[in-house]
């Protein structure tokens, strides 16, 4: 190979690395995205919390008793007690004034404050976790956001839906503009593949090294993609550090090996056919494709 040819070809194939990786860094986003999405949704929903109201006749130890009791269900992420104290030392603190001083008695109750896992926070599992919780006999009333619940669970539907269009549709561009640039790399070889079939060499012959070097190509930008993505998600925290939340280390896992593996599937597919397209083609067509 002569120096000019091997600069032409190296620099075919940085070209490539750089298109792909730009392009896998605008997927990847999106699956980032989709991903913390997910993960936002769980700690919103977690962190919409109701409070179950107990009765003046209700011992402490005994409340005690049923908050141990609530944590054993399915459904309880985290619960917290309040007791009569609390509550009014809260009130006064929010209030600016102590309701006691003037009613001569403490008007608040002891509430248990119950955060549900995200699964049972929706309005069917909530309607029987109710039914089941006002069924003891020390419980006086359950007041939840039911609103706010429902608007949540509706926005993160919607949502849901638009992102995973979105990577639906951002992954048939992708695989469109990867497959351009792939396929104006091997029509420039295309004199080279028919002097090849030429002279006797079997098609698999052929396609090796224009699938290995796609697969470099993929193995680099997806290398390179997830570089840029996590520098992205390090600033984001850097900034923000209750992004934390959202943006888990398993979250960063599932969108580097996607990214990673659709880099090289994508390269190691459009390769095949574009090369596949170009063997199947006779001499005259070679000027006119």
Known sequence: MSRRTKASFDMQFITSSISTMLVLVLLGT???????????SVYVRENIAFSILISDDM????????????NQEAYVKQTSYISKQQALEEQTEAMGTDPAEFLGYNPFTASIEVKLNADYANSDSIAWIKDGILSH???????????????????????????LGLAALLTLI???????????????????IHTMKLVG???????????????WVGMLAGAAADAALIGL???????????????????????MVSVFIFGVVI???????????????????????
């Open 30 to 40: 999106v699956v980032f995205f989709v991903m913390a999405a997910n993960n936002l």
């Open 59 to 70: 011992k402490e130890a005994d409340i005690l008793r049923y908050q141990k009791e609530l």
């Open 137 to 163: 006999k020390g419980v006086l009333e359950i007041n939840y956001p039911q609103d706010l619940l429902d608007a949540v669970n509706r926005n993160i539907r919607k949502v849901s839906v638009v992102l």
């Open 174 to 192: 992708s695989f469109a503009l990867i497959n351009n640039t792939i396929r104006l790399t091997i029509y420039s070889k295309r004199f080279l």
């Open 201 to 215: 060499a079997s098609w698999s012959f052929i396609r090796r090294p224009f699938l290995m070097r796609n697969v």
């Open 233 to 255: 998600a390090y600033a984001l925290v850097k900034y923000e550090p209750d992004f934390l939340a959202v943006i888990t280390p398993g979250v960063m896992i599932v969108v």
């Open 267 to 289: 390269t190691s597919l459009c390769a095949l056919i574009s090369i596949n397209r170009y063997l199947r083609m006779k001499t005259n067509e070679l000027y006119y494709n």
